[in-house]
């Protein structure tokens, strides 16, 4: 006899999960009278995200702790638009020409696909199916990307930075 599996259910605080993904290691929120320190309240994780002063790491820090869906994605990639635009920029080959309004919405597309496989790495596709929805070729899908990626990834990282010195520094 085979038992049932209960559907998934993650009935924790968003905010305890906002905490605990940009805490590296494994950083347990302390127990009343276990220790000396006080306990780390919902509200302290709250106002250490509300404090972040650059918009795109805060966004980013609470779309990927919380699994955001497709509107708050779409955010998230409004907001990386103009870094990942600068950093496209920067390439020494232009995978894109950004004065043409065509390569200005591909560039959207492939920003919005490194947003969702931030929040959503299980959901990942193919480069060459997410390329040719975009209708780009392979080689400047990925390019831009690994761009893309690597803004989104410098603004989870400076999240987590900067939530670690707000919260725990000061106890």
Do not use: I, N
Not at 162 to 170: K, W, Y
Request: net charge positive; hydrophobic share 40%; glycine share 4%.
């Amino acid at each position: 006899m085979q038992r049932a599996l209960a559907p998934h259910t993650d009935e924790r605080d968003p905010l305890e999960l906002v905490a605990r993904m940009l805490v590296p290691g494994g950083y347990r929120v302390p127990v009343e009278g276990r220790s000396s320190r006080p306990t780390l309240q919902s509200g302290d994780v709250a106002a250490a995200v509300a404090l972040m002063r650059d918009p795109l790491q805060r966004e980013a820090a609470l779309a990927v702790a919380m699994r955001a869906e497709r509107g708050d994605l779409v955010r998230v990639m409004a907001r990386a638009y103009r870094a990942v635009v600068r950093e496209v920029l920067l390439q020494r080959s232009a995978p894109l020409d950004l004065q043409a309004p065509a390569d200005r919405w591909r560039l959207r597309l492939v920003t919005y696909d490194a947003v969702q496989d931030l929040v959503w790495p299980e959901r990942r596709g193919s480069y060459s199916a997410q390329a040719r929805q975009a209708k780009m070729r392979r080689s400047s899908y990925v390019e831009v990307y690994r761009c893309a990626t690597h803004v989104l990834q410098q603004a989870l990282d400076g999240a987590r930075r900067d939530f670690r010195r707000r919260v725990f520094e000061d106890r």
